[in-house]
């Protein structure tokens, strides 16, 4: 199975483990050490992925991971503004969805209660 990585720059002698580069994003080679993340989709979604990946001669899983490699590699500043906010709630993604929430809410009744009349 196919995997996001950094560019690869050699195998760190103490830990086996690849030595990447920031903000080189590739797919992984083989034999290369990948973690998963599964991604939920509706399944017309899922259906016209697998078209579109077989347009390509690619699995529905290659061209997805394809996508976002892509979408990495021309999002420098909003994957470094994520990098601040992951530290800021350590690392929880979860977290920083659910105070991006609470702001939301706050400035929709801020906005709802200005225009309110008296």
């Not at 690619?58 to 999002?75: F, G, H, P, R, S």
Request: proline residues 2%; hydrophobic residues 35%.
């Amino acid at each position: 199975m196919t995997q996001i990585a950094f560019a690869h720059h050699g195998i760190d002698s103490d830990s086996g483990v690849a030595v990447l580069e920031k903000n080189e994003y590739r797919t992984a080679r083989v034999n290369e050490p990948v973690v998963s993340m599964q991604v939920k989709m509706l399944e017309p979604v899922r259906d016209a992925a697998k078209k579109i990946a077989a347009a390509h001669d690619m699995t529905a899983q290659q061209y997805v991971e394809y996508l976002i490699v892509e979408t990495l590699n021309k999002n420098e500043r909003a994957i470094e503004e994520g990098e601040k906010k992951l530290e800021q709630f350590n690392g929880s993604t979860a977290a920083n969805r659910r105070h991006a929430e609470r702001l939301e809410l706050q400035r929709f009744r801020e906005s709802q209660g200005s225009s309110i009349k008296r």
